[in-house]
């Protein structure tokens, strides 16, 4: 028992879940007293902290949303005063006032550690070097994962998103093992790395990667995989609950562990946000339990996801969730059809003649809402006859039409000419008219 009580990884469920209650009554407290906005949202719902008494009366509490934490913007939900904060960071939203979120040391170090646990579950050691490649400074991918990383001992190379020649000249005279990367830019390099010459495969020593920060599909994952010859590893987070660090693949690859000790997750239905207790998909709700300088119960993320209830073949405690579907904004309709941009990418990646890139665009004509695919064909596909290209493109329709039941229009396009991205793909480009 005094082992599982050391190691928070393997905690036993009972004990687990006394510490999520026993956190959970510290942070009401806290909050209720020195975040204005808990204590009105509270006090309009008409709960106090010390009604909070099992783990399930924190569905009594109010959610907080994204717009609440712009409302707050910039120190409207802080529960501690200046002096202790010595770090901001942001979301990468591009309209709008961005979400910040403030840390303390102790949140810092908070974040790192859980970082450092997810390397290490995936057998990160000491003489590994790691490539940081996600955007640093206001986005945590860069700075959160970097600290965490450092503390596990493996040698880091900061290398940020771009510059991406010379990064590989990097990755390969340094020989790094393991990369930390957004599903779209590990494409992206190992394109480049082709046009330089290498081969993505033999000329590296990449043994591990780290994908997150936006939606992919399961084929995707496995295409880097092969492409780079490597472990790829689902990494999950959100600036405002740390950035990277909140649920990690372990190494049986059947959903990411949430660390529990750190967040309490619930899953509620996106429309009704009525909690869902069955392992069904719903929009994923977290409540911090583990932080100093902003609190935040009951954040509304947005991510689609379910919940593995049964315990992993690896015997950690902390329960895991599926691959992010997308959020539930990202959903569109099309013609009475909800599409999730997710569900396109695995159809285009389950075949093989479909190249690594794609972009959708829909459009309005003459009152209907029509899907363009741009698809990207790999080189060997291309060289054929138009009627070849014309038997492609009716079997990639066939595929929409089975799997999504829509038929969109299919546009082949040559290797490597849709835009790039090194940081989160924009893959959807939405030119109907409200
Ligand atoms: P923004 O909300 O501006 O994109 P973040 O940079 O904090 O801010 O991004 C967090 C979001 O990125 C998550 O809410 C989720 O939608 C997405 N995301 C992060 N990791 C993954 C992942 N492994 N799979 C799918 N989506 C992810
Ligand atoms: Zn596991």
Redesign the pocket.
């Known amino acids: 028992m005094s082992s599982q009580r050391e190691n928070p990884e393997y905690f036993d469920r009972e004990y687990l879940e006394k510490l999520q209650l026993e956190k959970l009554r510290q942070v009401l407290e806290r909050v209720y007293h020195k975040v204005p906005f808990y204590r009105e949202t509270f006090r309009a719902h008409k709960v106090r902290p010390e009604n909070v008494k099992s783990l399930k009366d924190l569905e009594k509490l109010p959610f907080t949303t994204r717009e609440d934490l712009r409302a707050g913007y910039p120190y409207g939900f802080l529960a501690c005063s200046l002096s202790p904060l010595v770090r901001l960071h942001t ?4 309209t709008g006032k961005p ?1 910040a979120v403030l840390f303390t040391q102790k949140d810092i170090a908070q974040a790192a550690q859980l970082i450092t646990r997810c390397i290490r579950m995936t057998g990160a050691r000491p003489e590994d070097v790691f490539q940081n490649m996600m955007s640093y400074g206001l ?3 860069g700075l959160i994962f970097h600290y965490g990383a450092e503390r596990a001992g493996l040698l880091v190379i900061p290398g940020g998103t771009g510059n991406t020649e010379r990064q590989i000249e990097m990755m390969h005279d340094f020989k790094a093992t393991i990369v930390h990367i957004t599903p779209s830019y590990a494409l992206y390099l190992a394109e480049v790395m082709e046009r330089m010459g290498f081969s993505p495969r033999d000329d590296f020593s990449l043994r591990i990667a780290y ?6 599909s399961h084929a995707t994952k496995g295409r880097i995989e092969e492409i780079f010859s490597l472990d790829a590893y ?7 609950m740390n ?2 660090g909140v649920a990690f693949e372990c190494k049986e690859k059947q959903g ?1 562990h949430l660390w529990e000790d750190n967040f309490i997750m619930e899953i509620v239905d996106p429309e009704t946000f009525e909690v869902r207790r069955n392992g069904e998909e719903g929009e994923l709700v977290l409540s911090t339990i583990n932080r100093e300088a902003m609190p935040i119960l009951r954040y509304r ?3 689609l996801t379910h919940i593995y209830p049964e315990e992993c073949r690896c015997g950690r405690v902390h329960r895991r969730i599926s ?2 579907k ?2 539930v904004d990202d959903m569109f309709v099309l013609r009475g059809v909800n599409i999730f941009p997710s569900e396109i990418e695995r159809v285009l990646m389950s075949l093989p003649e479909v190249g690594r890139n794609y972009q959708i665009v829909l459009e309005r004509k003459g009152g209907l809402d029509h899907m363009k695919v741009r698809v990207e064909i790999k080189k060997e596909f291309f060289g054929g006859s138009f009627e070849d290209l014309k038997i492609l493109q009716n079997k990639i329709k066939a595929k929409f039409k089975v799997e999504l039941m829509v038929t969109p229009q299919v546009q082949l396009v040559e290797p490597a000419t849709l835009p790039r991205a090194t940081g ?1 793909a924009i893959r959807l480009i939405d030119k109907r008219e409200i």
């Open positions: 979301s990468t939203g591009t979400k986005f945590t991918g994908l997150g920060a936006e939606p992919y689902d990494s999950y987070g959100l600036s405002e950035g990277p990411m993320t947005g991510d691959r992010i997308g959020r989160k």
